[in-house]
């Protein structure tokens, strides 16, 4: 048997789990989050940090404002790559695939969830977009909130949106002395399954 899959498992979906859960435990601040890079039509990157809500064989999954810039890039453009870095564990994931709409009703029930003041915020933030002082913000805030003061549920913007990364490749890295860290790939096959190899450091 491959060692790396004696050692980690089949499944580094489930590791990937298993690794945000011990992150979870020490690390201080939003151990979820992950850095997002996309690219235009065009192959100019970007990057950002999101939140990844959940983890599943379905992918990584993650809200945002669609039209935002990652949010225009994806859909010019759907590949991204994730890279979780935890300090507190000294391991990081990378994670290159595809880009996957989340269904409406599942972003519907996400919204619905969040605090009332995110859901406001989502309202007010033109997201990615420019503005010259704080009054905008503020002025923008306060206008949906007596908008939405006699609404028990907020809906959701149009634009808000969910997005499934579906990987190709999963890459882990633990950290060594001497620079000589730990490194493995998850390839997908085409029957679903997965290739496990050694990476050097």
């Keep these: 048997m491959n060692k790396i899959i004696k050692t980690y498992g089949p499944d580094p979906i489930a590791l990937c789990k ?13 151990p979820e989050a992950v850095n997002l890079a996309t690219a235009d039509a065009r192959g100019r990157p970007s990057n950002r940090m999101v939140l990844i809500k959940d983890i599943s064989d379905e992918g990584f999954k993650f ?5 935002s810039r990652k949010g225009r890039e994806l859909e010019e453009n759907p590949f991204a790559a994730l890279c979780f870095y935890w300090k507190s564990t000294r391991k990081q994931i990378r994670i290159e695939g595809t880009i996957r709409p989340v269904e409406e009703a599942e972003v519907d029930e996400y919204f619905a969830g969040r605090s009332k003041e995110r859901q406001i915020g989502a309202w007010a933030s033109a997201q990615s977009e420019t503005f010259e002082d704080e009054a905008h913000m503020e002025g923008a805030v306060a206008r949906f909130v007596k908008k939405f003061t006699n609404l028990d549920q907020i809906p959701r913007p149009p634009y808000w949106k969910g997005y499934r990364v579906d990987p190709h490749a999963i890459e882990f890295w633990i950290a060594n002395e001497f620079r000589l860290h ?17 990476m050097c450091p």
């Design 18 to 30: 298993e690794w945000l859960a011990e992150a979870s435990a020490s690390e201080i601040n939003d």
């Design 63 to 67: 809200h945002t404002n669609g039209n």
């Design 182 to 198: 730990t490194r493995f790939i998850y390839r997908r096959n085409k029957d679903g399954g997965w290739t496990a190899h050694w």
